[in-house]
């Protein structure tokens, strides 16, 4: 019998698939990339101008507080402390456990939301202004590298030399002052994790008695010299999630570093001996293309195509035009700070329903967390039925019930803690004390033996409420079972 003919498959043609590169077209590729997918080293020149200045006072004061902020202690507590491994959060000097959780949950939430609000009204300012990883490397590792290595052209120059003994000595010294700066970031942020005290007995202490703490200082030392060193922009255009926001939160009312493309197009070069208003008349704007604003991007994007995820809002671009600007006779602010609507048609900041919006629901949850920061209570308790245990008909013919009660002291001070029996009559001993003494920031677990005459039980089960005090004052109300026989 003949075999029915079989058609194959017609195969699919892969390479169509693949979208050609346009290398011209900047949304195609990323400005950090070559042809071949090789990383392109940005050699951004050194920046000058009233922005830079600006940042650099503001940049100095935020890594004071950096540097500093592990020593300041409010009421005995540190500043900040974020101890992952033992569960305990201090912030502005309050201590938060993991029974805190709530609050923390609807913290994390105000921190969300104030980054939309914040991000939608002014886009990434924080970046430009406050993000540690810029502050470090344009404040502070870029300077060391210019202060070494020159500017962009002689980087470059050097770079591309044989290995001298010059550029032997220029390269070991800029990496040795990387790595030790990279140490000290390492050692701070440390000691942000588990508290300055336990870095110095880390430091202090035989190395076998903290192996673990001094293999996180060789990490961290390391992760930051691996940032600063090489990774650098990448890690806001590929790792940093911020950045990646923007097309969401960003809309035409949000303030950006933008070019003005209705004064700056149509560009051109200014020609010799052509006066700065003659210009307009030669159909030209005010960017005279000498792509300052890109030579000094250290993310080597061109501001002129518009917002980008790679702008890390420096305001480098800013500083540099309005150098040229200043150079050729021009108002400064051709790349300002401003909206897209601000730039086509010079309206300033709205407080749009969206931002509305937004700050309706940031005002809610501020509120929820103040009334939960002020009504939170010092002292933590929970009660539970000792497990297995059983009741008890003592010799007075009361009946005995055994719990376990672990109190949690959020303080930096030793606190008194009392348990008293408030709905029914019957006596609450604490085995071995009589109040609980709770040493500061520590729990500590007590057997707590309830007894209650028979008048007062409930057939099978009746229910307890325990009153904690601390100080004379009641914190907080237990509620537990009480087990007796069934009539
Ligand atoms: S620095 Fe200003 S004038 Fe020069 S290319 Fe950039 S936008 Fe145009
Ligand atoms: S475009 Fe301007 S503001 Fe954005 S990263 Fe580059 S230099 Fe900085």
Redesign the pocket.
């Known amino acids: 019998m003949p075999q029915p003919a079989t058609t194959p498959a017609p195969k699919k043609d892969r390479s169509s698939a693949a979208k050609t590169v346009n290398w011209t077209d900047y949304r195609d590729h990323i400005a950090t990339a070559d042809q071949s997918g090789q990383r392109k080293w940005m050699y951004p020149r050194k920046v000058n101008g009233r922005f830079f200045r600006l940042r650099t006072w503001f940049s100095s004061l935020l890594l004071l507080i950096m540097f500093a902020g592990p020593f300041i202690t409010i009421n005995g507590n540190p500043l900040l402390m974020l101890n992952i491994p033992e569960c305990k959060f201090v912030v502005l000097g309050q201590i938060f456990w993991p029974q805190d959780m709530i609050l923390f949950a609807i913290a994390l939430l105000l921190f969300a939301v104030g980054i939309i609000v914040f991000t939608t009204a002014f886009g990434r300012l924080w970046c430009?202004w406050a993000c540690p990883q810029t502050v470090m490397m344009e404040m502070v590792f870029r300077k060391i590298e210019y202060a070494i290595e020159g500017d962009a052209p002689s980087q470059r120059a050097l770079n591309a030399s044989p290995w001298t003994s010059e550029k032997i000595s220029k390269k070991a010294l800029k990496h040795a002052i990387f790595f030790a700066l990279s140490f000290v970031v390492g050692n701070v942020l440390l000691s942000y994790i588990i508290g300055w005290r336990e870095l110095y007995h880390i430091v202090t202490d035989p190395p076998l008695a903290h192996l673990t703490g001094l293999g996180f200082m060789a990490a961290f030392s390391l992760l930051f010299y691996g940032i600063f060193a090489r990774f650098r922009e990448q890690a806001c255009t590929f790792v940093c999630p911020y950045g990646r926001l923007q097309s969401l939160l960003l809309d035409e009312n949000s303030i950006v570093?933008a070019y003005d493309y209705k004064r700056g197009e149509k560009r051109g070069p200014l020609r010799r001996a052509q006066k700065f208003g003659e210009r307009r008349f030669a159909g030209l704007g005010d960017c005279v293309s000498c792509n300052q604003?890109v030579s000094?991007?250290?993310?080597g994007?061109d501001?002129r195509n518009g917002t980008q995820m790679?702008?890390?809002?420096?305001?480098?671009?800013?500083d540099a035009c309005d150098t040229v600007m200043g150079k050729v006779g021009s108002p400064r602010g051709l790349?300002r700070y401003a909206s897209l609507n601000g730039i086509e048609r010079h309206q300033p900041l709205r407080f749009t329903p969206r931002l509305a919006g937004y700050s309706v629901i940031l005002g809610v949850l501020a509120a929820v967390l103040a009334l939960m920061l002020f009504t939170r209570s010092d002292v933590e308790a929970t009660v539970l039925r000792a497990p297995g245990s059983m009741f008890q008909l003592m010799p007075d013919g009361h009946y005995s019930n055994l719990y376990t009660v672990r109190v949690l002291n959020k303080t930096s001070r030793e606190l008194s803690v009392e348990l008293r029996l408030e709905n029914v009559s019957g006596t609450l001993s604490v085995m071995g004390a009589g109040n609980l003494i709770v040493p500061p920031q520590k729990s500590i677990e007590t057997s707590v033996l309830i007894e209650l005459e028979p008048a007062a039980m409930k057939s099978g089960t009746t229910q307890l409420a325990i009153g904690v005090y601390s100080g004379g004052k009641k914190v907080e109300t237990l509620k537990t079972a009480f087990i007796g026989p069934r009539n």
């Open positions: 430009g570093v604003c000094v991007c250290p993310t994007i501001i790679e702008c890390v809002h420096c305001t480098a671009c800013m790349i």
